[in-house]
Every structure is written in structure tokens, then in C-alpha cells.
């Protein structure tokens, strides 16, 4: 499952978590009794916990986000590590690598700076442009993935 879909699932699951709580919240709240006389749950009250449950799911959420972004950094950096292990193996074979080979590579060099600066910019994103940077991410990183997988056919 990508990352992207992992914290959406999450999201969700939150977001509906905390309306659930909320739901059973005013109910038991509109119900219930004391021994003596029913309690009054003011307008008040029930901002405050409205107010609380929000919190503590945007504190959640920023952490799922945080735990995305890192995902999104291993992802990177193992395709640096692949990528250099690539050069390393066209240098080894005294540069008889094909030309089609050591464009791919350079190809996939630049794409994967360019995927770096897209993770940088979604360390700064929120809202919309997180949907846009994650899809764009996702889609760089499949791409280098199948390259080094081309790449990777040609040393085999």
C-alpha cells in the first residue's frame, strides 16, 4: 500500500472515529441522569470537547504525516543507493555498458533529484498541494523504480 493511501485510509478511519465519539457523546450526554436530577450539558461543554477531539486528531494526523514523509525519504535515498550501485557497475565493467544503459542511468540520476525536491516541498505542503506532490511522487518513484529494474537487466 503507498503512502498516500495508507494516511487517506487513516484519515478516514479518524475522521470518523472522532464523529462517532462525538455522536455517542451528546447522546450519553442528552441522557443521562444523576441520581438526583438530570445534568445540563451546556452549548460550552460540548464545543470544549468538539474543540479537544479536534486537536487531538490534528495532532494525529500530523503525525501520520510525518511518519509519510519519512516513508517517502527511505524511498528516496534506497533509490540513490541503487542508482550509484548502477554507476558502480558501469565503471566495473570498464564502461562497455550500452549507451542506452548509462542514459537511463543519467536519466534516472535527474529524476531522482527531482523526486528529492518534491519530498522537500512536501515537508512545506499542506492541504491541496499535498495531493498533487504525493500523486507526483508516487508516480517518480514507480518510474525509477522500473528503470533500475531496465537498467539492472543488462549487468544480469
Same mark, same amino acid.
Given at each position: 500500500?503507498?503512502?498516500?493511501?495508507?494516511?487517506?485510509?487513516?484519515?478516514? /478511519?479518524? /475522521?470518523v472515529a472522532v464523529l462517532s465519539a462525538?455522536?455517542?457523546?451528546l447522546a450519553f450526554s442528552c441522557n443521562y441522569?444523576?441520581?438526583?436530577?438530570?445534568e445540563d450539558v451546556s452549548s460550552?461543554?460540548?464545543k470544549e470537547e468538539m474543540k479537544e477531539a479536534s486537536e487531538t486528531t490534528a495532532a494525529y494526523l500530523d503525525e501520520?504525516?510525518?511518519?509519510?514523509i519519512d516513508e517517502y525519504q527511505k524511498q528516496v535515498d534506497k533509490a540513490q543507493d541503487q542508482i550509484n550501485e548502477l554507476q558502480n557497475k558501469i565503471k566495473a565493467t570498464g564502461?562497455?555498458?550500452s549507451q542506452q544503459t548509462k542514459n537511463l542511468v543519467d536519466?534516472?540520476?535527474?529524476?531522482?533529484?527531482?523526486?528529492a525536491a518534491e519530498l522537500e516541498e512536501l515537508r512545506e505542503s499542506s492541504g491541496d498541494a499535498w495531493d498533487k506532490i504525493t500523486d507526483g511522487l508516487d508516480k517518480? /518513484?514507480?518510474?525509477i523504480g522500473n528503470g533500475i529494474e531496465e537498467a539492472n537487466e543488462e549487468f544480469k
Open positions: 500500500m503507498k503512502a498516500r493511501e495508507k494516511f487517506e485510509r487513516i484519515f478516514n /478511519l479518524t /475522521l462525538m455522536v455517542l457523546f441522569e444523576s441520581k438526583s436530577e438530570k460550552k461543554d460540548v501520520e504525516r510525518k511518519e509519510m564502461n562497455k555498458a536519466s534516472l540520476k535527474k529524476r531522482q533529484s527531482k523526486a517518480a /518513484l514507480d518510474e
